[in-house]
């Protein structure tokens, strides 16, 4: 099993900065693509950034500019750097990666935006 457990969330006032994380732990072999979701209220979730094991990213038109997404391969662990943040980004945002052929979810982390 794998588990993903994500931190860093919190509440912020628009235009400041949160730095998200989220660790695997369990049982992994090979740690593959992995990724950054929301869902803001009432609405669908969306992917946010997803990163490669060799580090190539991809964001969201809204994403781009604004987030960052990294890797520590060494620590199983990806990160999203959030800057210029705004009342339209607070969500529930949580991490997926790629296990083998399995995919794996976290609990999420709520990030509120204040205007």
């Known amino acids: 099993q794998v588990q993903l457990v994500e931190s860093g969330g919190g509440l912020v006032q628009a235009g400041g900065s949160l730095r998200l994380s989220c660790a695997a732990s369990?049982?992994?072999?090979?740690?593959?693509?992995m990724a950054w979701y929301r869902q803001g209220p009432g609405k669908q979730r969306e992917l946010v950034a997803a990163i490669t094991r060799g580090g190539n990213t991809n964001y969201a038109d809204s994403a781009k500019g604004r987030f960052t997404i990294s890797r520590d391969n060494a620590k199983n662990t990806v990160y999203l750097q959030m800057n210029s943040l705004k009342p339209e980004d607070t969500a529930v945002y949580s991490c997926?990666?790629?296990?083998?052929?399995?995919?794996?979810w976290g609990q999420g982390t709520q990030v509120t935006v204040s205007s």
């Open positions: 997926n990666a790629e296990v083998g052929i399995k995919v794996y």
């Open positions: 369990g049982i992994i072999f090979r740690l593959n693509a």
